[in-house]
């Protein structure tokens, strides 16, 4: 058999196995996506959401620079956290929204930045020239 003819056999039988491939491909990914939305909507019936009240002097430390601890909070706890706009009584709402064992977690943690802030004093003192 010639390099032609075998050329012209497998060309054909080539193409079809690539539109096989792509199909198969296709056809995963579509059947995937359906069941991630039914793992999802099984588990927003689990989902939770708590609100805690920070003092609004520790906003800034809960939330760090550029947002960093509240990032690191919400990937370690795979929660959303969000707070309000509104001071009331020297404090913000913070919304945590996720599972209920993750929420608490973040609820934890928040805690504990809070509680770990150093507490500073200042006094003034006079200097006799």
Same mark, same amino acid.
């Given at each position: 058999m010639d390099s *032609?003819?075998? #050329?012209s056999g497998l060309l054909p039988l080539g193409?079809? @196995?690539l539109l096989s491939g792509v199909a198969? !491909? @296709?056809?995963y990914f579509? *059947?995937? #996506?359906?069941?991630? $939305? $039914?793992? @999802?909507q099984g588990k927003a019936n689990q989902w939770t959401h708590v609100e805690v009240q920070v003092p609004f002097d520790s906003v800034g430390l809960v939330i760090g620079r550029q947002g960093s601890n509240i990032k @690191? %909070?919400?990937e370690? !706890?795979?929660t959303? %956290?969000?707070f309000s706009d509104d001071e009331v009584d020297g404090h913000k709402k913070c919304t945590i929204r996720? *599972? $209920?064992d993750n929420v608490i977690l973040a609820q934890k943690l928040i805690m504990k930045a809070i509680s770990d802030q150093p507490i500073i004093e200042t006094e003034e003192m006079f200097v006799p020239v």
């Open positions: *032609s003819r075998l #050329k193409g079809a @196995l198969g !491909t @296709l056809y579509l *059947s995937k #996506k359906d069941e991630d $939305e $039914e793992k @999802l @690191l %909070i919400q370690r !706890t795979n959303k %956290i969000y996720g *599972s $209920e």
